[in-house]
């Protein structure tokens, strides 16, 4: 290698990123306290890797020439009788197939084996004569912590085997997502995710409290197998499933790198649903013979390969807490954040539910915290990751932030009664009436309802039908031709299907999908309106919250005094056509994307009059995409799956 130069500024850069990653890596691993997410900690290794590669100078004590990290004092030092190894990590497809390349030129056309990548403690367990002998942590992957009396409480890790030579296993120690929730209800200092109880179950000097957490061991490794031999990854699996191990409910082979793609996206897709926490998919040379000739580096195994997914969790600053108000009067807090990149998008707020939610989180503002991401679900606040000098306890209000006006609170959360002298909840109910799903008044924005709730005095929609050409005229920058359409808007909207009536009137936790369920079953509002709860949660996917929701909605006299409003304002509820059935759309599928000819909001009604379904994103549950020009992500994941794609001529053909 050449010669260090000090003065270098890509060697300063590096100097920088060490102390960085050896900061996070002792808060990790010594104190248990992450402050930043495994994304935000790779994105630092990886410049680190890129820095090393390009001035090919590699300091003495990077991480990049570490297995692992430092060991805890606090237990037993074990020597690791077989050394461990870290895995080396693709970023994209396209890294994914070099090295599917590489490795069948090596191993001859071998196929390959697919696994999760567990995101837990890794652990190594020994057996002898059939019986548990030890557990110990990675450590830094020559010397671990004795853990024994704590893996012990694990009741998926088997203390009596059927094999009875020595063996040594290895696999991750896990707090699935449902013992999680369980533990969290009862607890009086709440975890802050899966992840980080079990390394804190783990290195818990007393064994009770370890035990409490109800944790798993996901076995995938075979480390040393006296007088027994495997000839492939499949073969180790098959073994430790006979011996008694959980290995996770995922084990493929795949005979090239389309195959492990489609595995990849298949698993990508359902993620989230799973019991325990994943962050990618492990590739590994099924036949165990050319792994000798392969090898490994001084780091990791060549034949084995992580593919991460996509960020979903990262770290930022709380700013600030903001409380709006929203259509029902209902005062939610919503986190103001430094602007951070997540999934593919810049965040600049999330959700933080209520003020229960609050306290159990432990955030603060001006504190650093972890903000997940989960497909197109809103961004929420997970837990604190760091709290600092200037971090400032979040305070629930008293009055509405809108109007002033006193809150009242109904269990954690707080509501202002004020609906029609609260700015702000009127506004947002107005703007929701008046939107796409709903009534679909072309012209009525955000901006044009705020100006009619602050000159016109309008309050409720009733009143927007009372709305003449002449009383536009007097206001700010409307002309004779905006106001116009505004009014011939105003007309078209009163012939409504009825779910976009329903949808319209803003039942809390009532969406579109939801309010043509209810338009389905009741086909009439007088149906609905005298129905009981019983008879609501019969509807598809509609449970106890919903139903309640629903119910009250109908039982409350201002609701029922404005929908009487609107009918004798002229509005039309048009009756219910039932669906032409057509056996190749009916219950089926389908995922639009790109630029089409038509509307998409006509395309799915066209859809759903068939009897099909619609929905925003791909998934192994897809049908059909629809795809028109410049498809994007979708289209490519579609493929991935191998989901019938169609053209728009496919599709028409389709619908006749």
Not at 243 to 259: A, L, P, R, S
Request: overall charge neutral.
């Amino acid at each position: 290698m050449e010669k260090i130069n000090k003065n270098d500024e890509k060697i300063k850069k590096m100097e920088e990123l060490i102390k960085e990653i050896d900061k996070h890596n002792y808060n990790y691993y010594v104190l248990d306290n992450p402050t930043i997410s495994d994304s935000e900690y790779d994105k630092l290794y990886y410049e680190l890797v890129d820095l090393e590669k390009e001035t090919n100078i590699i300091l003495p004590y990077s991480p990049t020439q570490r297995v692992g990290d430092t060991v805890l004092n606090g237990f037993k030092k074990k020597t690791h009788e077989i050394p461990l190894y870290s895995l080396n990590k693709v970023r994209d497809f396209e890294g994914l197939e070099e090295w599917t390349k590489e490795m069948k030129e090596e191993a001859e056309g071998t196929d390959f084996a697919v696994e999760y990548k567990f995101d837990g403690l890794n652990l190594v367990i020994e057996y002898q004569n059939g019986l548990f002998v030890s557990a110990t942590t990675r450590g830094n992957g020559i010397i671990g912590e004795d853990v024994s009396q704590q893996v012990k409480t694990i009741k998926t890790v088997p203390l009596k085997i059927k094999f009875k030579g020595k063996l040594i296993v290895q696999g991750e120690g896990m707090m699935t997502n449902k013992s999680f929730a369980d533990y969290n209800k009862t607890a009086e200092e709440k975890l802050k995710n899966p992840r980080n109880a079990v390394a804190g179950a783990i290195r818990n000097l007393d064994v009770r409290e370890t035990a409490k957490r109800n944790l798993d061991f996901f076995c995938y490794s075979i480390l040393l197998c006296d007088g027994k031999e495997f000839s492939s990854q499949k073969e180790m699996h098959e073994f430790l499933i006979e011996n008694g191990f959980q290995t996770g409910n995922y084990f493929k082979i795949c005979k090239d790198v389309h195959e492990i793609i489609h595995c990849i996206n298949e698993i990508d897709v359902i993620k989230n649903k799973l019991d325990v926490m994943i962050d990618g998919m492990v590739i590994k040379i099924n036949k165990v013979k050319p792994r000798e000739k392969i090898g490994f580096t001084a780091k990791y195994p060549k034949w084995a390969i992580a593919y991460k997914f996509e960020a979903q969790e990262t770290t930022t600053i709380l700013k600030s807490v903001t409380w709006q108000v929203g259509r029902s009067g209902r005062v939610t807090p919503i986190a103001e954040l430094e602007p951070v990149e997540l999934s593919g998008a810049t965040i600049k707020r999330a959700t933080l539910n209520n003020i229960d939610d609050i306290r159990r989180k432990d955030v603060f503002e001006k504190s650093r915290v972890f903000v997940r991401r989960s497909n197109e679900v809103i961004p929420e606040i997970m837990g604190l990751a760091e709290k600092f000098d200037n971090s400032k306890e979040i305070i629930e209000p008293d009055f509405c932030p809108s109007c002033g006006s006193k809150l009242v609170k109904k269990g954690p959360l707080l509501y202002c009664e004020n609906h029609l002298g609260c700015k702000e909840q009127v506004i947002d109910r107005l703007s929701h009436f008046a939107s796409r799903d709903a009534f679909n008044i072309e012209g009525l924005s955000d901006k044009t309802v705020t100006i009619l709730y602050d000159k016109l005095g309008i309050r409720k929609p009733s009143q927007l039908f009372d709305l003449k050409e002449e009383d536009f005229l007097i206001l700010e920058n409307f002309k004779e031709k905006k106001a116009k359409n505004i009014i011939t808007a105003l007309e078209k909207s009163k012939n409504v299907d009825f779910y976009r009536f329903l949808y319209a009137l803003g039942i809390s936790e009532v969406g579109a999908k939801t309010a043509k369920d209810l338009a389905k079953t009741f086909e009439n509002l007088e149906y609905l309106v005298e129905s009981n709860k019983e008879e609501i949660l019969k509807v598809n996917d509609i449970g106890e919250v919903i139903a309640d929701n629903i119910y009250n909605f109908f039982r409350d006299s201002y609701n029922i005094d404005e929908i009487n409003e609107l009918l004798q304002k002229g509005i039309k509820i048009k009756e219910i056509v039932k669906f032409k059935k057509n056996d190749k759309i009916f219950n089926k599928v389908f995922v639009l994307t790109g630029t089409l000819s038509m509307p998409r909001h006509e395309v799915e009604k066209l859809i759903e009059d068939n009897g099909g379904k619609t929905s925003s994103a791909v998934s192994k549950n897809t049908d059909y995409v629809l795809a028109g020009e410049n498809a994007g992500s979708k289209l490519d994941k579609a493929k991935s799956l191998g989901i019938k794609i169609l053209n728009e001529t496919e599709f028409k053909n389709l619908i006749k």
